[in-house]
C-alpha cells in the first residue's frame, strides 16, 4: 500500500532563518506530488506541483522553493522565512495524469512558526 | 476564476440529529468534486469523488451529492466521532485542485 511521510512535524524559526521539509512517497511510482499550505481559518492553497523529477510548477510567487530530487521525493524550501510564511504545510500524491488530479492524499503536515 | 464556497462555517449538532453541509462552486469545466474529512493537526483525509450532476456516494453515515451549482455532504445520525473539518474541493480545466474553506462540525454526546 501506498505511504506518504512528511517532516518536520513541527517547527519553530526565527526571521530570516532558511527553511527545509521534505516528503517521500513510497509504494508508487512516477506520482504527481503538491505542497499545500493552510492559514489558521483558512483554506487550502495550492504553492506548488510535480509531475516528474526535476518539473516544479508554481502557483504563489513568494519566497519559497520546491525541489524534486527523486521520483518519491518533494522538498520544500526558503533561504529567508518571512512572518506571513507561518502556516501548516501539506504534502499531497495522486496518479492520475493527463490532466486528470484524482483524489490527493496527503501527509500528516508540518507546522510551522516563524517568530 | 473558479470558486468555491462552504457553508455554514461551523456547526453543531446533537448525536443523531441529522443535517447538511453546502459545497457552492464556480468553476468553467468541472472535472471532478471531492470531498475530504480533516481532523485538527492532521493532513485531509479523502472521503468522495463526483464527476456529474445527479451522482451521489455513500460512506457510512455520509452521503454526498452533486448539481450543476453545488453539493451537499448528508450526515445521518452522526455521532461524535464524526466530529470533523469537512473540505470540499473542485477541479477544472487546470492541473490543480481548489479548496473551500472548510466547514467545522462537531457532534455533542
Known amino acids: 500500500s501506498q505511504t506518504i511521510h512528511q517532516w518536520p512535524a513541527t517547527l519553530v524559526q526565527p526571521v530570516g532563518s532558511p527553511l527545509s521539509l521534505e516528503c517521500t512517497v513510497e509504494g508508487t511510482s512516477n506520482p504527481n506530488l503538491y505542497w499545500y499550505r493552510q492559514a489558521a481559518g483558512r483554506g487550502l492553497q495550492l504553492l506548488f506541483y510535480s509531475v516528474g523529477i526535476g518539473q516544479i510548477s508554481s502557483e504563489v510567487p513568494q519566497n519559497l522553493s520546491a525541489s524534486r530530487p527523486q521520483d518519491r521525493q518533494f522538498i520544500l524550501s526558503s533561504k529567508k522565512l518571512l512572518l506571513s510564511d507561518s502556516g501548516f504545510y501539506l504534502c499531497?500524491?495522486?496518479?492520475?495524469?493527463?490532466?486528470?488530479?484524482?483524489?490527493?492524499?496527503f501527509g500528516e503536515g508540518s507546522r510551522l512558526t516563524v517568530l | 476564476e473558479d470558486q468555491v464556497t462552504q457553508s455554514p462555517e461551523a456547526l453543531r449538532l446533537q448525536e443523531g440529529e441529522s443535517s447538511s453541509l453546502n459545497c457552492s462552486y464556480t468553476v468553467s469545466g468541472l472535472r471532478g468534486l471531492f470531498w475530504y474529512r480533516q481532523d485538527p493537526g492532521k493532513g485531509p483525509e479523502f472521503l468522495f469523488t463526483l464527476y456529474s450532476a445527479g451522482e451521489e456516494k455513500e460512506k457510512e453515515r455520509l452521503k454526498a451529492t452533486l448539481t450543476k451549482k453545488e453539493s451537499f455532504l448528508h450526515i445521518t445520525a452522526p455521532k461524535p466521532e464524526d466530529s470533523a473539518t469537512y473540505l470540499c474541493?473542485?477541479?477544472?480545466?487546470?492541473?490543480?485542485?481548489?479548496f473551500g474553506q472548510g466547514t467545522r462540525l462537531t457532534i455533542n454526546p
Open positions: 474541493a473542485v477541479q477544472a480545466e487546470t492541473q490543480k485542485l481548489v
Open positions: 499531497a500524491w495522486s496518479v492520475l495524469g493527463g490532466g486528470w488530479i484524482g483524489e490527493l492524499f
